[in-house]
């Protein structure tokens, strides 16, 4: 079983899920088919059952939801059994076969990318994650700049304490699915030092139209796009012949950046409030990027990007999640309106 704790994302692909989660059975496909993602491991699902039955946490987390189903499950219900629940997986230590199997795919990690304790990314990648009748996008914990092993088992540990949220207990509840029997991979990624960041999405997720690429920036990380923290740069990229034909700047106030300590929300530089935070060959390749990784999916996708701070174009460019868009919409009147009014613009 100790072979199946740590898989590499070379190792990984769309039919990885039950061992590597939705998230990363994700990035391990867009490898294969030649994106450019940055390297990485998974701490599988498997691992994380390994800990839960050899600490006894199973039946610690069995005793507490066997309290948890006589009570009437309101908010307050909710939130207590998540402490409790949480309290379990972080106050166990994690057996040390497994934090060695970590230990040694970090190590490797690192000398790959010629660092003596390589910065990482580790993300929740849920096995339930995007499925047609689950979404549960948001609902898990994600950390940067992570350093060296013993952060590194704090922050797994971490992440699978976050299958037990109050959201994500009371989703569960809600939706008739099952509040223990889901397992989770962790992914453990080089982090890229963003100059930028944001989304691709490869059809309008208000119209559902599929003309173009709509591209969202800002400085600094992706999180402030995907938390609705500022009015990003937008252009929309005609997925045909990959032509800009609406590029919208705004003023971007706050940034998300990485720091010692993971990320920080900051004021952007006066002097990069009103500049574009990528040019338009960036933004065409990422396009360009996207088409393709629709293509292979066959269905619309939104996808996570960042620009390196340190690297030249096109190697800067970087896909660190896709995802189907799970929100579209059928077109109205006032939408077919709405598609017109971008075409009134002149390509530039």
């Known amino acids: ?156 540990r971490d992440c699978w304490a976050s299958l037990f949220t109050s959201r994500s207990i009371s989703y569960r509840k809600k939706n008739n699915l099952p509040i223990k029997d889901q397992l989770m991979g962790v992914i453990v990624q080089k982090v890229v030092h963003s100059r930028s960041a944001g989304v691709a999405f490869t059809a309008l997720p208000s119209t559902g139209n599929t003309t173009w690429v709509m591209i969202e920036g800002n400085w600094g990380t992706a999180e402030s796009v995907v938390q609705g923290m500022v009015t990003p740069d937008r252009c929309y990229v005609n997925k045909k012949v990959l032509d800009i034909e609406e590029k919208n700047i705004s003023q971007k106030l706050r940034q998300h950046v990485i720091t010692a300590k993971g990320t920080c929300e900051e004021d952007v530089p006066e002097e990069k409030q009103s500049k574009p935070c990528f040019s338009d060959e960036e933004a065409r390749k990422i396009a360009e990027m996207a088409k393709m990784v629709e293509s292979h999916y066959g269905r619309p996708q939104d996808i996570e990007w960042a620009i390196e701070t340190d690297l030249p174009y096109p190697d800067n460019i970087f896909l660190v999640q896709t995802r189907p868009i799970t929100t579209l919409q059928k077109k109205t009147a006032v939408d077919q309106i709405a598609d017109l009014m971008v075409t009134r613009f002149v390509r530039r």
């Open 1 to 156: 079983m100790s072979t199946q704790w740590i898989l590499e994302f070379e190792k990984i692909n769309q039919e990885s899920v039950s061992s590597a989660g939705t998230k990363c059975a994700n990035l391990g496909e867009l490898m294969r088919i030649g994106m450019p993602v940055p390297p990485g491991f998974v701490v599988t699902a498997q691992a994380f059952d390994f800990f839960l039955k050899a600490t006894g946490a199973d039946k610690e987390i069995d005793k507490g939801l066997k309290v948890f189903n006589e009570l009437a499950g309101n908010i307050e219900d909710y939130e207590k059994l998540s402490q409790e629940l949480s309290k379990i997986i972080t106050s166990n230590d994690i057996p040390k076969e497994l934090e060695e199997k970590m230990s040694k795919a970090y190590e490797a990690l690192s000398t790959e990318c010629n660092k003596k304790e390589v910065p990482v990314a580790v993300r929740s990648s849920g096995c339930a994650e995007d499925l047609p009748t689950a979404a549960f996008a948001g609902q898990y914990e994600s950390y940067l700049n992570v350093m060296g092993d013993h952060e590194l088992f704090e922050r797994v």
